[in-house]
């Protein structure tokens, strides 16, 4: 069973001064009204938010149904830009290991992989005992996931009320907040060299590759943040 005491302990970590409840709330409002207009009822986009979570995930598959991509692209779009999170699994969840908990707990916990969530753990595992981590990570999950359903459905009910610039706002707060989180959270000159690198390549490639400056400004900037960090340790 899942210990009450950490779960909940998790699940109120979103009311913290450095939450991600509102910005991740202000994104799913965007998202909302984005899936009324084209054409979802209420269910479909309270559904899509409960299925698909993560919020570029979300943004990918509106986009595609918008441009009328078959159900096959949907999916491995999808699929695709969601695979940035397995490296967050990867570093998250040996940390969260003990051989006395049930797997089905980390099974299910997967679904709740986001930068949100994520940030919010990597934070404060070092104060949880490990045996109770994954309970307290299924509480900061659910509760992330809770910010997300009820602002889609929010932004659903208001978005005869939401103009153009209104939502293009709502839609950019997330990337910001997480931006300013990674960069206070960063524990390396690497890191952050990366982040930085990564913000003035990315405009820089936009002029000779627009769809795909931002992948060619991560990846040549975490490259070289990567091996001036390894010289400099040598």
Known sequence: MINKKYFFGGYKSILKADS????????????????????F????????????????????????????????????????VNARLYPMAVSLFPLMMYKSQPKWKY???CH???????????????NIPKKYRIDSWIGIGSATWT?????????????????????IGLAIINPIYFLCMMIEASKTSQIIMSI???LFLGPVFYFFSPEWSILLGGVVGGSIAYFIGELNVK
């Open 20 to 39: 991600p409840a509102i910005a991740l709330g202000a994104c799913f409002i965007a998202i909302g009204a984005l899936l009324k207009n084209l054409g």
């Open 147 to 167: 910010v997300a359903v009820i602002g889609t459905l929010i932004g659903f009910l208001l978005c005869d009320y939401l103009n153009k610039d209104i939502l």
């Open 196 to 198: 930085f690198l990564g």
């Open 41 to 80: 009822n209420i269910q479909e986009s309270i559904f899509s938010t409960m299925l698909t979570y993560a919020l570029p995930g979300s943004l990918v598959m509106a986009e595609s149904l918008l441009i009328g991509a078959s159900l096959l692209n949907i999916f491995l779009a999808v699929f695709f």
């Open 107 to 109: 099974y299910l916990s």
């Open 112 to 126: 709740f992989i986001a930068v949100s969530a994520w940030l919010i753990m990597k934070n404060n595992y070092e």
